[in-house]
């Protein structure tokens, strides 16, 4: 006999959940607080599925017979209703952000969880910025290629040649993540490859002449700006980093006893660990700094913010200050100096220098084994490198370097 509207509004709670049975697999349960859910079970293959219906008395018996009627048609058709409902669940979740600023927002957050830098966040964001609030309003699957090309093309015409090409390789990864999540069908940004005009491709500035790069060292050691600032502006000399990782180096990766600065795989452009060796110049600087850095995890914390490092151009800012211009030198000039004159030296493996620059080598195995193989001579070059600067730094007779060949 099944169930009646009686039975049901009589119903008690107990201890536990317990079942009034309808028919056809159809149930009530009825839970300890009172409330009672309908449940169809059914089986595939085998194994016992249960489907959710609603809730009594919201869905009424007469509801949740014909619910479980549609549900019986459903597999006997070949379908499975739980997972359908499953399924419908879930698109309708992600239907809820379908504009291209909401899925570029998702896919944002989805890098910062995976571990991205604060300083790639926020350059993501500056270029999801680009796009301007009307665009980003648009629903994903619905942009075509001119409506972007539109917004790239206006980029451009600001002069802005590398912030067009850069807003289109962010779309494209925002467009790839819509296609993997079913918001879209394709990625529209790849239909624009070759429509942008390339930018010129500048080097950043560098003084690689000895004598000039001894003045740049004399003129640090007069910075009287910010004592975080001066010590990170007198170390990006000695180790060969990208100022970015310099300026977020931790106290938690250096190690004091090896004499090196393990840097994660999370903070290096390419992805992979990075290990410095220190020299003993390198290592007096950074004690200097960590004197007055505070509590926070960074030996070279912002002013005023010991929770985060130094910001973006500060080090540049620096240099402006002890009057050497854009076009003369650059934070990360630094690594062209030291590249130049340790090539130049004729002392070093190339592939050692590359290495301590953190280039990566096209060829995977070889750059596992180079790695590995250049440690020793990595090591003795940082400090052979930083006692060439005290050199230059002093102002003493500067002897040409002997050509490789010579």
Known sequence: MGLTDTALRNA?????????????????LVQPNGSILWRWKYRIAGREKKLAIGVYPATTLAEARKSAATARKR?????????????????KSLSAGITF????????????????????????????????????KRPISEIEPIQLLGVLKSIERRGQLETAGRARAFAGRVFRYAIATARANRDIAADLRGALTAPTVKKRAAIIEPRAVG?????????DGQPSTLYALR???HVFTRPGELRHMEKAELDFERSVWRI?????????????????QA???IKDALSVSGNGSYVFPAIGNPGRPLSENTLNGALRRLGYSGDEMTAHGFRSTASSLLNESGKWNSDAIERAL??????????IYNRSAYWAERVEMAQWWSDYLDVLRQGAEIVPFRSAAG
Do not use: C
Request: hydrophobic fraction near 40%; aromatic fraction near 6%; charged fraction near 25%.
């Open 235 to 237: 170390l990006a000399p």
């Open 283 to 285: 290592l007096a600087i």
């Open 12 to 28: 008690k709670p107990r201890a536990k959940p317990y079942k009034l049975s309808d028919a056809h697999g159809l149930y009530a």
């Open 215 to 223: 003045g740049l060292l004399r003129a640090i050691e007069g910075f």
């Open 75 to 91: 597999l006997e058709g070949g379908g499975d209703p739980a997972a359908e409902k499953q399924t419908a669940k879930i698109a």
């Open 101 to 136: 600023a909401s899925v570029a927002e998702e896919f944002i957050a989805k890098r910062e969880a995976e571990g991205v830098t604060d300083v790639t966040t926020a350059k993501t964001r500056w270029l999801l910025g680009r796009f301007g609030s009307a665009f980003g």
């Open 264 to 280: 994660p795989a999370s903070k290096m452009k390419m992805r992979n660990e990075h290990a410095v060796p220190l020299s003993t």
């Open 358 to 367: 953190a280039h990566r080598d096209g060829n995977a195995v070889r750059g």
